[in-house]
């Protein structure tokens, strides 16, 4: 099972890099594969160039961040996720997590233990942090 998360990013430069140095490494840490795709949704040229270093460095550490895919125009977050699930039309399980990291890596591995052990009887699971 391949578990894909986008995770859309509009001028995230400030929460983004600190979220995913945490996130990566726990992930990791699963047997299950699960990857990861940033959005940048239209961000201010400024935004990029704070935040694309930081990408590509944890981009090379990190074999579940995958490229980061850089929109032109802002299509919204709808718009960012759909792009970036288009990316990945093998995976199994599709999803999205906030590049605000109100999700803790814990939560998204209880998500995809779930997944596992209900996949033939559920084609889709949806979690909220509420």
Not at 25 to 50: A, L, M, W
Not at 85 to 107: H, R
Request: proline content about 5%; aromatic content about 8%.
């Amino acid at each position: 099972m391949h578990y894909h998360f986008i995770i859309p990013a509009y001028n995230e430069s400030q929460r983004l890099p600190s979220f995913l140095k945490h996130l990566l490494p726990e992930i990791e840490k699963s047997t299950s594969e699960i990857s990861f795709r940033v959005v940048d949704d239209g961000s201010s040229d400024p935004e990029k160039q704070q935040l694309s270093p930081h990408l590509i460095e944890l981009e090379s550490k990190h074999n579940s961040l995958l490229e980061t895919l850089y929109l032109k125009s802002n299509l919204g977050k709808g718009g960012a996720v759909y792009q970036g699930w288009n990316a990945c039309p093998d995976c199994d399980y599709l999803g999205f997590i906030d590049a605000d990291g109100s999700i803790q890596a814990t939560e998204l591995l209880t998500l995809v233990d779930q997944a596992e052990a209900r996949h033939s009887e559920a084609p889709s699971l949806f979690a909220s942090r509420v």
